[in-house]
Each structure stands twice: as C-alpha cells, then as structure tokens.
C-alpha cells in the first residue's frame, strides 16, 4: 500500500538559520505565532511552559537544544563537554513523564561522545547533524504510524480521541491522528469526537484546531460526555498517544485516558494506542514506575486568568495517567501493531 499523502497546513517546529522556531502552542487557536529559542534556556522553558508539548515534540526540541548548548563556538571542548552534561540534566527534567525527552537528550550525548570533533563548532556541527536526523526520524515514524494504522479505520467510523497526539505533538503527522489523516487524505470518511481534555483544553484548543485545518469531520465534547456516547453506541473506536510505554505494555498519557479505556472494554470498543520507537522505556517493567508530572493547582482553579475555585481550596492535578496494557486493544507503532493484553 503507497504512503497516502498528507500536507499539514502549519509546522510545530522549526530548525532555521541556528535557532529552533516553535508554534506557540500556548498561543492556540486565538493566536498563531511562533516563539524563537535562540539559547538553550530558551528551549528549556518552552518545553516547561508548554510553548512545545507533546512526547514526541518536546523530544525534538530537547534535541535541537542541546545544539544550542554550544553558544560558544571558541570556547574549549573540556568546557563545552562540561556545559553539554549540565543541560542534558536541566533539560531532562524540564518534563519528566514523556520519555522521548530523555531519549532524545540521550542520544545527543552519545553522539556528542562519539564524536572527534577537535573544536567547539565541530562538535555543534555534528550535534546539529544528529538532531536534524531525530527530526527526520520523528517525522518518517509518524507516517509510518500512519500507514500502519490505516486499515484499523474504515469508512464511516466514529473515532474518540483524548488530548493532542496529532500534528501539534511531534514534528510531523501525528501518532493518534496519523491513521486519521491517512485514512481522510484516501476518501474515506470519519469523524472525529475530541474530548476537550481537561485541565489545559489540548482537545478543545490544538486538537479541533488542527482537525478543522485539515478538513477532518470533528466535535468537541467534555470530558464527561465520552460515557453517554458510548452507551448510545456512537463510538466505534478509541485512539490515543502516549507519553510512555513500559515493557509490559502498560500505557502513560495524559490524565483521563484511563476512564476511557476502561470505558472502552465495558461497552465493546477497540482501544488503541499510537506511539513512535522513542516513546517505548523498555527498562521499566510497567508502567506503576513511571513518574506522573503533577501540574500548577492554578491549571485546575482558574480557566485562563479567571479564578473558579474558592480561595485556598485544596487541589490535586497530575497531568498523566496510567492505563494498565490489559484495557488496550493494540498499540500501533512505527514498528507494526502489537496486539495489548486485552481479551477480545
Ligand atoms: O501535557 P501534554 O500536552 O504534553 O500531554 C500530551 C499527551 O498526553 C499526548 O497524548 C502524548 O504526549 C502523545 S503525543 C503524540
């Protein structure tokens, strides 16, 4: 089967002339502006205040990040070698859940261990070298996602999603909305339900938005409306991204893909999950090692800069949860389609 052709409409980031040019996801969908990371700080912070989000995204970034740790192009390699490990550790820690972040930063100090660069800008050349290929990596992965998801989804399926694991995510096509744009970009008809994703909106501001660009059919629901939808029996299936995936096949993503997947096996509906190589931690036996990002109590309390919560109330907000492998249906990777361990 030939790759179906899918055009995104915008870019979520960017290398150009030295500096790494993110969309601003914070921005979405009022304002479609970029943010310029010129230093390595700079990329450090987007991906703490969410500029870039997204597993597979912010493992680029990371990686374009680490480029630009070398700001000085005549400084000595012992110093720069020495600055390169001091914001692999800042960066890897900017977001702990999604392991392509680690993965990315890992690589970057391998390559830069590898390499025989005799000076600081050699080794820059080489570090943007290995970065401009986990960017093409990411990009090949999610078109393989794609392919390889494509026939899960036949016409006039209705499909729920949680969060943004579409084009926003990562560097190219997406990983949950991947099979869809494939699948749209080929004729075949399906609609989209987007569960608005509480507490930061990724469903109600990036999913719609980019759905809607591409001309897929979608709504928005709340959060809570996915139950009543599936007990009238108007979701045919359920797809998702990850953040991470232990060995045992046990799933990370972002807070609420649980109450789906367990949703999902009472009223009969296939749930998968979408992931490139770089989101599996096969070190990790299963998923209760995984670190949960607790977020801001004002993401919960306030809708934008609008207080809703009494002053003072007690507020808990992990931003991820885990949804053990025994709900999930597949995992569809860049690799093939693993079956999960659930039955039927
Ligand atoms: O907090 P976010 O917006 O970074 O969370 C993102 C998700 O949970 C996505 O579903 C996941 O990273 C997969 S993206 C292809």
């Not at 009022?30 to 597979?56: H, Q, S, W, Y």
């Not at 694991?165 to 997406?174: E, F, Q, V």
Request: hydrophobic fraction near 45%; glycine fraction near 8%; proline fraction near 6%.
């Amino acid at each position: 089967m030939s790759n179906p052709e899918v055009q995104m409409t915008f870019q979520t980031l960017a290398w150009r002339d030295g500096a790494l040019e993110l969309l601003d996801q914070r921005a979405l969908p009022t304002r479609v502006t970029t943010v310029t990371c010129a230093g390595v700080m700079d990329v450090f912070e987007a991906i703490r205040n969410l500029t870039v989000r997204g597993a597979p995204a912010i493992g680029v970034a990371a990686a374009y990040g680490m480029v630009l740790s070398i700001s000085d192009a005549a400084a000595s390699l012992e110093r720069v070698r020495a600055q390169l490990d001091e914001d692999a550790r800042r960066l890897k820690a900017a977001r702990p859940t999604a392991v392509n972040l680690m993965w990315a930063v890992d690589r970057m100090m391998r390559a830069a261990a590898a390499s025989d660069a005799y000076d600081a800008a050699g080794l820059r050349d080489h570090l943007e070298r290995e970065a401009i290929a986990i960017h093409r990596e990411d990009q090949a992965m999610c078109r393989k996602i794609g392919e390889i998801g494509l026939p899960l989804f036949i016409d006039g399926m209705n499909i729920l999603t949680h969060c943004n694991a579409g084009a926003l995510a990562t560097s190219g096509i997406g990983t949950a909305l991947a099979p869809i744009y494939c699948a749209h970009a080929r004729g075949v008809r399906l609609h989209v339900f987007a569960d608005e994703t509480r507490p930061v909106w990724q469903g109600a501001r990036l999913t719609m938005w980019e759905l809607m660009q591409q001309g897929v059919p979608c709504t928005l629901i709340t959060d809570n409306t996915a139950a009543s939808l599936f007990a009238k029996q108007r979701i045919d299936a359920v797809i998702v991204g990850a953040d991470r995936i232990a060995a045992n096949g046990d799933v990370v993503n972002k807070i609420g893909t649980y109450n789906l997947a367990v949703l999902a096996v009472h009223h009969g509906v296939p749930f998968y999950v979408a992931a490139p190589t770089s989101t599996f931690d096969p070190a990790l036996p299963n998923g209760r090692h995984i670190p949960i990002e607790e977020r801001s109590s004002t993401e919960v309390s306030n809708v934008g800069p609008v207080r809703l919560a009494p002053p003072g109330a007690k507020i808990y907000s992990p931003a991820f949860d885990l949804t053990p492998s025994d709900l999930v249906t597949a995992i569809i990777s860049d690799q093939g389609i693993t079956p999960g361990g659930r039955d039927g």
